[in-house]
């Protein structure tokens, strides 16, 4: 709770340190004139003072102490908020919570899935190389996943789209236009065909990661002593991992799903502008390139509380795999 | 088990693509269009970006339409007529023109738009721009409107032509500034079927339009953020038209069969511009935050002349936009047609006639160290160079000009800036020696001459600082000077003044480049002086190929 408060501070007077003007948001036309600008500030709210004795943060601009604190943007911004209100947009004039909504859903549905068949692809690699660490199998294994780890994000999707271009897999956007109209089942296939490539490219770069820690958590875990203890009462290997091993060479990979998954909320911004998926990441960028604060409040207030979630529920799992851990 | 995983992939991907829908012979004519944006807003009111407009061209009418070659046609209204003082003007509206829903569009909301522009000052154009003028106006019963201004101008038609005929029924009933206006209802070739942004905007054909019906069923736009996915789906055959590629694209495409690349001056013809800041101290805008930190040297029009003298332009469009585009004389580009003063005869490239003119002016360098300083031998000539970071042109730009100023003794200090924080440190802030930027031209020269008078620095839109009574005395003149002829001899006779004062350098104009199928769609329009695949124009024309 406390953090989402420090968030919630931090959010409002962060973005305001940037310098430049929403109102102007980067325009340079002639046809702009200085009373539209004007007017677009007071529409805003921009033309209230900061805070109490500041009227702007960059640069500094000393105000007045004397305001109503209640007439300032700050004040205006918390009160809002704490309606559960996240404003309007400035650049598209929609409310925030609306643009929001759609662009979580679409990064949701690439990083879930994503996220989903790294894990299972990683654990399942990661296994095996573990099982026959020190074969060929296994340096193929590390070998192959070093080099994914390391492929830079961008340079995998470009090759992957041009790759899927030329098999006719659909390169830009979540769905293909028209496709509102159809039955719900065909509307499932054509996201599914427009998920592909970013889905595999995001697979791709993540399992990499999740092969090698689980691999190598995986050793640590075979080489303790109740391992060997297993083996003398003549399990199975299968049993062996299974019942005894699995469970907790999971905890280092339980802890890297985490942070990864709470910073994706804020979209895998290259996958996104590679693949032109419309998802939480270029709305970010767009917003930061237009100053668009309320959108910015309101993405960085979302990431802080996926990050927290994204904690909570890992701290869940170490109870559920390591007894030891408990909530207190 | 790698392979067995990459077999699963594969299968995957078959019976997705098996999922993808068939194209019948008789399947609707569908254009689909590559861009590399999605409109800010549908709310004509409230739209900055260019690409809203293009849709709002689609989809409503306005008084008059755009030309490519730069004229303008009444659309909407049978006649126009101007009373002997040039203040009142009389539309009669074409009857029996009808709205996307089957009701009458007449002049009754012809009025009650253009009264709904002039009373929202939130509207940043078309409220702060286009109404400038506009003192009343109102419908009659046979069926005209009649519009007031407060004094007579020369330009009504460009005042009009981006003021889109929103329908009453609809408007009169929502809130002018949050109306998200999704539905878009108008009446024009075009009628909004479907819009998410950031992904798609789909429009289908309105037969019935009272012009121009399109011959084709159906218009969508697809936003794509990335240039190589743009230039690979056309080649791939996954869009019909692309609006925009990178310039080194461009040879790759040409080669491509059933790809045909054009280029040409873009629809709003835009302008590069590298800005000397020529803020006098005693001018300095001090209530308006002004700084005024500029170079002297820059004050002096000899050091611009070499300047000018010692920049090959031609090199320039070969570098830098690999041939596609065209010199550039002032900040009226070649694009805006008769406005553009082609009698101007511009500084040749002679790098010994620039050191000549610093030497006569005193510019020597008496330390020896390669770069000369200011006659009184106080200041080297070393300028700050800016430009904003988002631009992908300029940090190649900047290099060259490093190299070509070096020759004449002039060292540069590159860097590039946050374009906000560029804004914040030009105008009217005035703490910079010479930026690279550039503008985009209304349809009208007036918005960018604007840019040179003294009027527009306190206001933030001089980045030089220029200040000429005689230019701004000419400005006002060209304002209200009525006849055509008359006014562009006004128009002309301000860029000489102001390329005789090398206030700015103008490298280029840039080109625009577009790309289509030709296996999919014919009757695109490319023979213009300006060229926009996707303007209403070439979009009511084309047709199927057979």
Not at chain 1, 17 to 32: C, M, N, Q, T, Y
Not at chain 2, 136 to 156: H, K, Q, R, W, Y
Not at chain 2, 210 to 236: G, H, M, R, S, Y
Not at chain 2, 259 to 264: D, L, N, P, R, T
Request: glycine fraction near 6%; proline fraction near 5%.
């Amino acid at each position: 709770m406390f953090t989402i408060l420090f968030v919630i501070l931090l959010n409002f007077f962060l973005f305001r340190v940037l310098p430049g003007d929403p109102a102007r948001a980067g325009v340079r036309d002639p046809r702009l004139k200085a009373d539209a600008v004007e007017a677009l500030r007071v529409r805003f709210g921009l033309d209230k003072p900061i805070i109490n004795c500041f009227n702007s943060l960059n640069p500094i601009q000393i105000g007045d102490c004397g305001v109503n604190p209640l007439d300032t943007q700050f004040f205006i911004y918390v009160r809002n908020l704490l309606q559960g209100e996240l404003g309007f947009s400035y650049h598209t004039n929609r409310p925030v919570a609306e643009v929001l909504a759609e662009r979580l859903w679409n990064t949701v549905l690439l990083i879930g899935v994503g996220q989903i068949l790294a894990i299972i692809l990683g654990m399942g690699f990661g296994i095996f190389a573990a099982w026959r660490a020190r074969t060929s199998i296994d340096y193929v294994a590390v070998g192959t996943s070093l080099l994914l780890w390391s492929l830079p994000t961008f340079w995998l999707g470009i090759l992957l789209l041009f790759w899927g271009s030329a098999n006719g897999l659909p390169i830009a956007g979540k769905a293909t236009p028209g496709m509102s109209s159809m039955p719900l089942l065909q509307q499932w296939g054509d996201i599914a065909r427009h998920m592909f490539l970013p889905t595999l490219t995001y697979t791709i770069v993540f399992m990499g990661e999740y092969t090698l820690i689980m691999r190598s958590s995986l050793i640590d875990v075979l080489s303790e002593d109740y391992i060997l203890t297993a083996k003398a009462k003549g399990l199975s290997a299968f049993q062996i991992l299974k019942d005894h091993a699995l469970k907790n060479a999971m905890l280092p990979l339980v802890t890297v799903i985490a942070i990864n998954l709470g910073f994706t909320v804020a979209g895998a911004i290259q996958i996104e502008s590679v693949f032109s998926w419309p998802g939480l990441g270029s709305a970010i960028f767009e917003a930061v390139v237009r100053r668009d604060y309320p959108i910015l409040q309101g993405a960085f207030l979302l990431i802080a509380v996926a990050v927290i979630l994204a904690n909570f529920l890992a701290d869940l799992t170490y109870s559920y795999l390591d007894p030891r851990v408990q909530a207190e | 088990m790698k392979r067995k995983f990459l077999y699963v992939f594969l299968l995957l991907a078959l019976i997705l693509s098996a999922c993808g829908v068939g194209q019948s012979a008789d399947a609707p004519a569908v254009v689909r269009i590559g861009w590399g944006a999605s409109p800010d807003t549908l709310n004509p009111g409230n739209a900055i970006l260019a690409v809203s407009y293009t849709i709002f061209e689609l989809v409503y009418d306005s008084m008059y339409d755009l030309n490519l070659d730069g004229t303008f046609t009444l659309s909407i209204a049978e006649s126009a007529e101007v009373s002997d003082d040039g203040t009142v003007w009389t539309f009669k509206i074409k009857d029996g023109l009808k709205w996307h829903d089957g009701q009458p569009l007449t002049a009754e909301d012809v009025a009650f738009t253009y009264n709904l522009y002039l009373n929202t000052p939130e509207y940043p154009y078309l409220n702060g721009y286009y109404t400038t003028y506009f003192d009343s106006i109102e419908s009659t019963a046979n069926n005209e409107v009649v519009l007031t201004l407060t004094e007579a101008i020369p330009n009504i038609e460009s005042q009009l032509v981006f003021l889109y005929i929103l329908p009453k029924h609809v408007w009169e009933n929502v809130d002018k500034l949050e109306y998200e206006n999704f539905e878009m209802m108008g009446s024009g070739p075009f009628k909004m079927a479907e819009y998410v942004q950031n992904e798609f905007v789909r429009l289908t054909a309105n037969k019935e339009h009272f012009a121009t019906p399109p011959k084709v069923d159906e218009v969508i736009f697809q936003t794509f953020d990335n240039q190589d996915a743009l230039v690979q789906a056309i080649k791939t055959g996954q869009v019909d038209m692309i609006t925009e590629m990178s310039n080194t694209a461009v040879a790759n495409l040409k080669a491509e069969a059933n790809v045909e690349v054009i280029s040409g001056a873009p629809f709003s013809p835009g302008v590069t511009d590298i800005i000397f800041n020529q803020m006098l101290p005693e001018n300095c805008p001090v209530d308006e935050g002004g700084l005024c930190t500029g170079h002297p040297a820059l004050q002096d029009r000899n050091v611009r002349l070499a300047i000018a003298h010692a920049t090959n332009k031609q090199q320039l469009i070969d570098v830098i936009l690999l041939g596609l585009g065209t010199p550039g004389l002032t900040l009226i580009p070649d694009g805006l047609g008769v406005w553009y003063n082609d009698s101007l005869v511009d500084y040749e490239f002679d790098v010994a006639k620039a050191n000549q003119i610093l030497d006569d002016a005193g510019y020597a360098d008496t330390n020896g160290d390669g770069v000369r300083e200011t006659p009184d031998g106080s200041l080297p000539l070393t300028f700050r160079l800016n430009w904003p970071s988002d631009s992908i042109d300029t940090p190649r730009m900047a290099e060259l000009l490093t190299d070509m100023w070096k020759q004449i003794g002039i060292t540069l200090q590159p860097q590039a800036i946050d374009p906000d924080a560029l804004t914040a440190l030009c105008c009217p802030t005035f703490d910079f020696d010479i930026m690279i930027w550039g503008w985009v031209s209304d349809p009208d020269p007036s918005a960018l001459l604007y840019v040179y008078t003294t009027d527009a620095i306190p206001y933030g839109s001089s980045e030089t600082g220029y200040a000429n009574p005689r230019y701004d005395e000419l400005y006002n003149q060209q304002q209200v000077t009525l006849d055509f002829e008359e006014r562009k001899e006004i128009v002309w006779e301000m860029q000489k003044i102001v390329h005789d004062d090398v206030v700015y350098v103008i490298p280029y104009y840039a080109q625009s480049v577009q790309a289509f199928r030709t296996d999919r769609f014919t009757g695109w329009i490319t023979d213009q002086d300006k060229i926009e695949l996707s303007d209403v124009s070439s979009l009511v024309r084309i047709e199927p190929v057979k």
